[in-house]
């Protein structure tokens, strides 16, 4: 069954804010000391001094830098942060932008060949036959999704050569609205701000060009008239609301709704340093979680979705045992354009050596190991109207027991999940955490 999607909507939005990240610090032009060796001189954030190493980067030996760009809408999630409809290439040279160009998926993915088996279970419940670059980021592991996109885009017969790949996601678009208030566009009802844009232009090139007498090829003409308009509202801003902006855009590269992939050994190790990279940690030998959805449902039912989950570690027992809940509540009150039932793909990645030994609601379970982790697979159905709760219970390996700790890693794409732990010591003590995972964390760190 063919499908539709409406990620090119979001494409000015993602690209303004890639861009304008780019032309901001491009525009301080410290050519001569660095922006780097400027920005040591200062007590920020050592992230903040990473972000100024990429600047120098882009602004060093007068070389054009060549990056993929893949848009990926988080209203459909997938394992590597939303569904990629488009893709662009930029080129950078000197700090300034001197080329974007931007390829639907749509019509790109056809010159790709019918010959790469796609993973479970995207050909059972989406019909799709073979594996092509709209499917590319799979993996919870951003470099793993980087090179699987670059791939792909060589067997379309694409010709660039690549210095990086980022992902961005819709949630960048409410970051630029906090930051240059709601915005009303001439002969288009309504005001976009950051609490109503994401579902108001959604609904705008779906359904609402059809009462307003706009012809369908121009249905999304709405987009660039907003992007203009953020476009004049940031060359306007003071140095205050540039570095609010900076630090917004921040906090998105924290919750993974930036991903940076650089093929320079140095910075990419900057990038995985500020955990922006995107990687599934392999050298974590301690008690291990993430869990991971891939929206197999076709549709943006994931704005209505609201997770959380309960881990309850036992090491009171000779064999440590482990007991995960994940509720889904799904708040769409009927099925419309843009949503209907909700079905997931749910991996949970543990430690290797872990045993499943009881499920409930996580039916026809699928094992593997991969990225130095265990998986625990399943299709999970959730209705409209309907709460679901998935239940696993397993075992983990004796040494998770000496000098214990937990690292939870977070999905991108997926914000604002509350989590609750629970752990039982040897002496039968308890400990309860509870926080709110907008990135990941190791329990020994929290405050």
């Known amino acids: 069954m063919a499908k539709t999607y409406s990620l090119k909507l979001w494409i000015i939005f993602w690209v303004v804010s890639a861009l304008f990240l780019v032309g901001f610090y491009g525009v301080l032009e410290i050519k001569n000391k660095g922006i780097s060796s400027v920005v040591e001189m200062f007590p920020i954030d050592n992230k903040y001094k990473t972000i100024s190493r990429f600047m120098d ?96 885009y060589y ?54 060009y059809l009462q307003q007498g706009i012809e369908k090829g121009e249905r999304k003409s709405v987009m660039t008239d907003l992007a203009k308009e953020i476009i004049q509202r940031i060359s306007t801003f003071n140095a205050s609301q540039k570095i609010q902006l900076a630090k917004i855009v921040g906090q998105d590269l924290d919750k993974k709704d930036i991903l940076l992939f650089f093929h320079d050994a140095d910075l990419q190790i900057e990038a995985e340093k500020a955990n922006w990279g995107g990687a599934v940690d392999q ?55 843009m949503t209907k039932d909700y079905l997931t793909y749910l991996r949970a990645y543990v430690p290797e050596g872990a045993w499943l030994t009881t499920q409930k609601n996580f039916d026809d379970t699928k094992f593997g190991s991969e990225l130095s982790k265990k998986y625990f697979g399943a299709l999970v159905a959730v209705p409209l109207k309907t709460t679901k709760t998935v239940e696993i219970e397993y075992t983990l390996p004796k040494k998770i027991k000496e000098n214990y700790d937990l690292k939870i890693q977070k999905q991108a794409g997926l914000n604002d999940v509350l989590v609750t732990v629970h752990v039982i010591s040897a002496d039968r003590t308890k400990k309860d955490y509870n926080f709110t995972l907008n990135s990941d964390i190791i329990l020994s760190e929290l405050k």
């Open 283 to 337: 050298t974590w030998k301690k008690d291990y979680l993430m869990l991971v959805d891939a929206n197999m449902g076709a549709f943006k039912s994931d704005y209505y979705v609201k997770r959380s989950f309960d881990y309850t570690v036992d090491l009171s027992q000779d064999i440590p045992k482990a007991k995960l809940s994940v509720v889904y509540t799904h708040t769409a009150e009927q099925k419309d354009w």
């Open 155 to 208: 067997l379309g017969q694409g010709q660039e050569k690549f210095d990086g790949i980022i992902a961005i996601t819709a949630n960048v678009l409410i970051s630029f609205l906090k930051v240059t208030g709601p915005i009303q566009i001439e002969g288009y009802p309504g005001t976009y701000g950051d609490e109503n844009a994401i579902i108001s232009l959604e609904y705008q090139v779906e359904q609402g």
């Open 57 to 152: 980067y882009l602004l060093k030996d007068n070389r054009e830098k060549t990056f993929l760009i893949l848009f990926e809408n988080n209203m459909e999630i997938r394992p590597g942060g939303g569904y990629i409809g488009s893709f662009g290439i930029a080129k950078i040279k000197n700090g300034k932008v001197e080329d974007l160009q931007i390829h639907d998926l749509s019509n790109f993915d056809e010159r790709i060949p019918d010959t790469i088996e796609p993973p479970y279970p995207i050909k059972e419940t989406l019909h799709i036959l073979s594996w092509k670059l709209r499917d590319s980021n799979y993996s919870p592991d951003f470099p793993t999704n980087a090179k699987k996109a670059e791939e792909f």
